[in-house]
């Protein structure tokens, strides 16, 4: 595929979410997509009714890939969501029942819901693209992408996600609400045109799963210059370094960000990596890493700060080759 192809078709899966999802702006689904074609998860932090699972289901529809949505809730259990072995009465013996979690999309809502038992039967889910029922390992395929939600503001009766599994999210994301009556007033103006809450089942797929694959494939060979490695990897640095700082990133951070910033630059139509790539999805990527010490949160200081912060201090590199 070259460049021309590549964003062409990037173009119409966020031309085709766009005419369902009201979005603030282009940027927020392309800043989702690279978390995708990067083959990162992806934890929304947002308020309830703000479009999460429309989004998820449309993205989905529009890709050629499947979707399930698995509730957490306090008594769900592991197997609830990769399995479990059965009784067929009518063979007479026991077969594994698959759960939820063999899908390519698998909405998390409210993962911070569940016991950390059942959070972290996701983990090697997460990392490893494959899951153990009963001891066997079933693969999950390369397309399985952990899509979770988590309430900023509610806190009773939440088990907040261990360090562990948040580093296992490529990229935190809030969408926030509309920035004005106009684009809010477009929700409404669509519900009208489509007579039913759920246009989902409009959505066009506009690419199939082996192109996404492609895709995928694609950013591996997104070119990304010997001094914008190091760029990011003194960003991440410095994250360990700063005195509000109780835990700053993890390599895996870094990599993220790595990742992000090459499917990025692809949906932008370049086949190299620049700095303000880098600068653009820095919060995004790292911000949920860090954990800081009680007296800086007490004075309001907070992950994303930080990250602006060390931005700004660290040197941004002129001069980088922009392929071999
Ligand atoms: N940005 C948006 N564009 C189009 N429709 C939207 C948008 N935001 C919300 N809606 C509509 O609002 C309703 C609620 O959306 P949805 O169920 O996706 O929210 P949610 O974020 O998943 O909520 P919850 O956190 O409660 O699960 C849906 O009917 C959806 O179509
Ligand atoms: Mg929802």
Known sequence: MNIEEIQLMCNRIIEETGKVFVAANNDVLKKILSGFLAGGHILFEDNPGLGKTLLVKVFAKATGCNWNRIQFTPDLMPADI???????????????????????????????????????????????????????????????????????????????????????????????????????????????SWKKDDPSEDVKSVITRDDLMKLQLEVENVYVDENILCYITEIVRSTRRNPSVRLGSSP????????LSRAFALLSGRDYVIPDDIKYLAVDSLSHRLMLNIESIMDGITAESIILSILNAVEVPKNYTRGI
């Open 82 to 192: 990769i399995g479990t072995k059965v009784w067929r009465g009518m063979n007479s013996n026991f077969e594994i029942e698959k759960g939820p979690i063999f899908t390519n999309f698998l909405l998390a809502d409210e993962i911070n819901r569940a016991m950390p038992k059942t959070q972290s039967s996701l983990l090697e889910a997460m990392e490893e693209h494959q899951v153990t029922i009963e001891g066997i390992t079933y693969s999950l395929g390369s397309l399985f992408t952990v899509m979770a939600t988590q309430n900023p503001i509610e806190m009773e009766g939440t088990y907040p996600l261990p360090e562990a599994q948040m580093d296992r999210f490529m990229m935190r994301v809030s969408m926030g609400y509309l920035d004005s009556t106009e684009k809010e007033a477009e929700i409404l103006r669509r519900r009208v």
């Open 252 to 259: 895996r951070g870094g990599l993220a960000l790595f990742k």
